[in-house]
């Protein structure tokens, strides 16, 4: 079993960054594929980014392409963290951002390099960060 904090969400202008970091606890973090997922208020909690178990394949939603960058530590001895880097923001990308851990590697129709982009899927939920941008 696998914990998760998510971390890092606030008040940014449009057009500035940030950096999530959602932190893992539990010793086979690396048997975890890690997706990022976001809900804004009224809205359906969609897919943000997903990264492999081993970090060496990403996925990113059509609308956070080439802004958002998903990256995961999984050295030995430190918290295993997952990053979501997030660039050139939007006032649409506000929303309460969460990271999920998958312990099934998924194969098939709608899997991406053993991750998949459905929510569903995910085993294991952080609680939230919210991030807020002003226009």
């Known amino acids: 079993q696998v914990q998760l904090v998510e971390s890092g969400g606030g008040l940014v202008q449009a057009g500035g960054s940030l950096r999530l970091s959602c932190a893992a606890s539990?010793?086979?973090?690396?048997?975890?594929?890690v997706g990022w997922f976001r809900q804004a208020p009224g809205k359906e909690r969609e897919f943000v980014a997903a990264?492999?178990?081993?970090?060496?394949?990403?996925?990113?939603?059509d609308s956070v392409e080439g802004r958002f960058t998903i990256s995961r530590d999984n050295a030995k001895n430190t918290v295993n963290t997952v990053y979501l880097q997030m660039n050139s923001l939007k006032p649409e990308d506000a929303a309460v951002y969460y990271c999920?851990?998958?312990?099934?590697?998924?194969?098939?129709?709608?899997?991406?390099?053993?991750?998949?982009?459905?929510?569903?899927?995910?085993?294991?939920w952080g609680q939230g960060t919210q991030v807020t941008v002003s226009s």
């Open positions: 539990g010793r086979t973090f690396s048997s975890y594929a």
């Open positions: 999920a851990a998958d312990q099934d590697y998924c194969v098939g129709y709608g899997c991406y390099f053993g991750f998949t982009k459905t929510a569903p899927g995910y085993d294991y």
């Open positions: 990264i492999s178990r081993n970090g060496g394949n990403t996925h990113y939603a």
